[in-house]
């Protein structure tokens, strides 16, 4: 058998591989129609284990591309670093919250919690929280969460610890957010271009199963939109108004000989009384520095030449 002889079965054999592949085409052609037309989006069905659609953002006013197939790799992850938008940060000013708490010793909780009131109301600000109890030795104890402007603050800190007879605890913490601010803001412009371009999509969609795969993902963004814009609300409260805690209570009351005796309000005047004599002293010396140097050494000088001169008069008149 020679070459010539088999070569005539070959070429037949490579003509029947030949049909075989054009009708496999053909068939997929069919069995899978490309449901792709001009000017339309195909959105491939790959829901995921998650459910959420896949999509294509662009933004508004980009051309859709032609034959352009949307699938989860064209979707990137959110990034975990902080976002940043130069027009954002020119526009959002310093985002601080500041938090307070005071442990008040006072004569009565209950009215001292009334004085608090008044002072949080003239500053523009609210009482959150407020509770009073009495406890078995007759004494009283209150509670307080109070908020206030962020430029009243500091003005409300010291009004309150007036209050008291002896501040047992202080403590005044501030936290800026205002990069974590124009992240978020970034985020839900972002968002919320995302929205608009969703929007163009389902306009364009052709067939249900489209408007339902971009509907979805429409309802994924806005739920984004919705829990961004939540997160902003919040910080805008935390930031504009700053949250007081306050804790009071009155100082035993000891009765000596038919007397009433509070040893935290004798500790308070006694420690009063220390200050203004520390003051005193610290003026007096003062005083004593600056008149001495301002006034005394003048009329030691005068003092001086007014001798040297009488004891030339005095040697003048022996001659």
């Given at each position: 058998m020679t070459f010539q002889t088999i070569r005539p079965w070959i070429m037949r054999g490579l003509a029947l591989l030949g049909v075989l592949a054009i009708i496999l085409f053909i068939a997929n052609i069919f069995v899978n129609p490309i449901r792709m037309k001009t000017g339309s989006v195909f959105m491939e069905e790959s829901l995921g284990q998650s459910g959420a659609a896949d999509a294509f953002f662009a933004v508004p006013g980009m051309p859709i591309p032609e034959n352009t197939v949307m699938s989860r790799s064209s979707i990137m992850p959110p990034s975990p670093e902080l976002l940043y938008d130069e027009a954002i940060d020119q526009e959002t000013d310093q985002k601080v919250i500041k938090n307070g708490s005071l442990d008040l010793v006072v004569d009565h909780a209950d009215e001292s919690l009334q004085t608090v009131k008044t002072i949080v109301?003239?500053?523009?600000?609210?009482?959150q929280y407020a509770t009073i109890q009495e406890h078995p030795d007759g004494t009283k104890s209150g509670y307080a969460t109070v908020r206030v402007p962020e430029d009243m603050f500091d003005s409300t800190i010291t009004e309150l610890k007036a209050l008291a007879l002896v501040v047992t605890q202080e403590s005044v913490n501030s936290d800026d957010v205002t990069e974590q601010y124009i992240d978020l803001a970034a985020r839900l412009k972002n968002a919320q271009l995302q929205e608009a371009r969703y929007v163009e999509i389902l306009q364009a969609a052709k067939t249900v199963e489209e408007m339902i795969q971009v509907e979805t993902a429409l309802a994924n963004v806005r739920?984004?939109?919705?829990?961004?814009?939540?997160?902003?609300?919040?910080?805008?409260?935390?930031?504009?108004?700053?949250t007081i805690t306050l804790s009071l209570s009155e100082e035993p009351v000891v009765t000596v000989g038919g007397k009433e005796f509070r040893p935290g309000t004798t500790i308070k005047e006694a420690a009063q009384a220390v200050v203004?004599?520390?003051?005193?002293?610290?003026?007096?010396?003062?005083?004593?520095?600056?008149?001495?140097?301002?006034?005394?050494?003048?009329?030691?000088?005068?003092?001086?030449?007014?001798?040297?001169a009488a004891q030339k008069i005095r040697t003048h008149m022996k001659r």
């Open positions: 109301t003239s500053k523009k600000g609210y009482v739920s984004t939109i919705e829990s961004l814009t939540g997160q902003i609300q919040y910080l805008d409260s935390q930031t504009n108004f700053s203004a004599l520390a003051q005193w002293l610290v003026e007096a010396v003062i005083w004593i520095a600056i008149v001495g140097v301002g006034v005394g050494i003048p009329l030691l000088v005068l003092g001086w030449l007014g001798w040297k």
